[in-house]
Nanobody, 115 residues
Framework: QLQLVESGGGLVQAGGSLRLSCAAS????????MGWYRQAPGKERELVAA???????SYVDSVKGRFTISRDNAKNTLYLQMNSLKPEDTAVYYC?????????WGKGTLVTVSS
């Protein structure tokens, strides 16, 4: 059973940056699909950014040009670099790995952006 642990969240002012990390308990090399989701209070969880095993990436429109997803298979770690943060980015951010119909989730890390 793969375990995912997020870190790097915190309180930041609007316009600031944070880098989230997601450490996996095992190899992530086999996971073609990994991503970052977020859930704001009173809202549904949404996919923010995704990365395939070959390195192709996709982003929700609201973060394009500001967020960058990356993965280091050697370190079994997924990253999310977040720049030019806005108050509407405030949410709990979750790491996800998907394989053969199974979703693996971390417990999340809280990002709070103050105006």
């Amino acid at each position: 059973q793969l375990q995912l642990v997020e870190s790097g969240g915190g309180l930041v002012q609007a316009g600031g940056s944070l880098r989230l990390s997601c450490a996996a308990s095992g190899s992530i090399f086999r996971f073609n699909a990994m991503g970052w989701y977020r859930q704001a209070p009173g809202k549904e969880r949404e996919l923010v950014a995704a990365i395939a095993g070959g390195g192709s990436t996709s982003y929700v429109d609201s973060v394009k040009g500001r967020f960058t997803i990356s993965r280091d298979n050697a370190k079994n770690t997924l990253y999310l670099q977040m720049n030019s943060l806005k108050p509407e980015d405030t949410a709990v951010y979750y790491c996800n790995a998907y394989e053969y119909g199974l979703n693996y989730w971390g417990k999340g890390t809280l990002v709070t952006v103050s105006s």
